[in-house]
């Protein structure tokens, strides 16, 4: 439906995951709040890669993952984000390229390693997340594509890797020639957690006309606004943001857009096993249906689509054949 | 029921896999055997990942599979293979340990890279597989931990790690001190693409009295004694190895010792997934089971449920919790 060479340009934290399962007395014991999402000193990811079980490796990082589900879904995606020339960076590279997004950052080579995320899933689903960012939150503005910049429709930027100086500089410069070049931008906030301490920065943005789109959980969006509940948010940010996205989890999703509020149910899973990339595929079925031009309802289902395939296993990317999934 | 410190001591591969799906058409185009294993340089390893989908990476090698199964069963278990001071590495040395294996071998630091294992999974569940073998085949005598070797009761050794010289050499030292210290050798013969180059050194360690239990499945078997008929190859191999196990797929399993035939019928799998560790796992229940002074029947039957729990979901490690479902 766009006259771009790309649908979307996402910039985000080049990440691989490293996901096990774990009881609730294993959080407890080492003192992690379950659901949340934290960021570890390299000796802290050490010490609790130690301690953790058996685990299995696949590439990650929010829009990394929304990128995935969007090529899966037939879209046209390209990905900035930051390795090392390592082996998780040889990891994360192929996997990006394998499912069809264009990835082209060059690997750095200064000692940082390839970011990584702990992910522990316990018998409830839930996960909780300790990422060793690495080379990630070395994204540098230099790094920037940005002829590709221009030449996507949409440029998705993720919370997690908005917060440190150097991708944030990197993001506000795409910000800039993006919307110099008419393209929209579309955000995730990531995590109530990333939230606290960057909150008048993601406001700034938001207030300053920065942000088209706007993906949030509930969660997300009451501590970004301050708000104790829902109404009061979406009161706060729906004058702000052309297009308010709100997922709900099992309660569903809303979009406000144009003064309309939208609001479809959860898509039902037989078995949630874990629930890491829910947000990620959600944004990622949202856009593939936007950007074949579906309707406000129809961008919703086909989040809520990806987001139910996604949590049925383990690991925050497709398995199913999501195109089939979703019928664009 | 063994006086040892350890039940076994196990010596193979170190690799980590890297499992992605295909359909037929794939292995096809790219010429690649459906089923089979083939060793791959570097150079061809990398054409290949360009080539395939989007992967997961899960720790594997054959004898360490067995392991990682054999602990989850409750038994006390080492593992000596050669990882390189690298991510995969790192990789590999936690799942062992995690899972509560003994692994002290000394990464490399020669430049050969941790080793890798190709798998195309196809919508049969059959694997396809491809190892570039890097640092697990530069095993050497002198990275044997003897101390070790003497405290367990079974030394267990694989086939694939058996061709090359280095850890050829290594192996057959292992077996001296072994047999030496009154402890019995249990070998695995891996793939008949293996048996090919190696017959007759496979046969010779096996004529000379080098192995007291082999296991092998239908192809191996034939393979490795020229006969075309399974009766043939038992009659052949029954009188050399006091202990012989024949795995059958879905037509269940054999056992041959001191004359006496036990022949089982495979568990049923509601979904056959990935057989990818059916062989290690049924050789880790069949060890277990006989580590705990169990007969032959519960041996093979053991074998079966952990051979049936690894083929029902991607990956050649148990998931479930083996120890609920053998109940030793």
Not at 118 to 133: F, G, K
Not at 217 to 230: I, M, R
């Amino acid at each position: 439906m766009t006259s771009r060479a790309l649908d979307i340009v996402a910039i985000g934290d080049a990440i691989v995951d490293v996901i096990a399962t774990c009881d609730d007395a294993f959080l407890e014991q080492h003192k992690l709040p379950k659901g949340s999402m934290q960021l570890l000193s390299t000796q802290q990811a050490d010490a609790l890669y130690g301690a953790m079980g058996s685990a299995r490796e696949t590439s990650g990082g929010s829009a990394a993952n929304s990128m995935a589900g969007f090529a899966a879904m037939g879209g046209r995606a390209a990905f900035i984000g930051q390795i090392a020339d390592d082996q998780l960076g040889t990891i994360f590279a192929h996997d990006m390229r394998a499912l069809g997004v264009a990835f082209d950052t060059a690997p750095l080579t200064n000692g940082h390693p390839t970011g990584r995320c702990l992910i522990l899933v316990t018998p409830d689903a839930q996960r909780t997340m300790h990422t060793c960012p690495g080379a990630a939150h070395q994204l540098a503005p230099e790094a920037l594509d940005e002829t590709l910049i221009r030449d996507a429709a949409i440029l998705f930027l993720e919370g997690y890797c908005w917060g440190p100086e150097l991708p944030r500089k990197a993001m506000g410069r795409a910000v800039e020639i993006a919307h110099a070049a008419g393209n929209k931008v579309a955000f995730t906030l990531s995590e109530s957690v990333c939230i606290a301490g960057r909150k008048e920065g993601f406001q700034g943005m938001i207030d300053g006309g920065g942000v088209d789109i706007l993906f949030a959980n509930e969660d997300e969006a009451l501590q970004l606004t301050g708000t104790s509940d829902l109404d009061g948010a979406i009161a706060a940010l729906a004058p702000k943001v052309p297009t308010l996205v709100l997922t709900r989890g099992a309660a569903g999703a809303l979009a406000y857009e144009g003064g309309v509020c939208t609001d479809v149910p959860a898509v039902p899973v037989r078995e949630v096993v874990d629930t890491t990339g829910a947000g990620d595929l959600f944004a990622a079925g949202f856009l593939a249906a936007r950007c074949r031009g579906h309707g406000t309802d129809r961008q919703l289902m086909t989040g809520g689509i990806a987001a139910a395939e996604v949590i049925s296993h383990f690991g925050a990317r497709p398995i199913a054949d999501l195109a089939e999934l979703v019928r664009l």
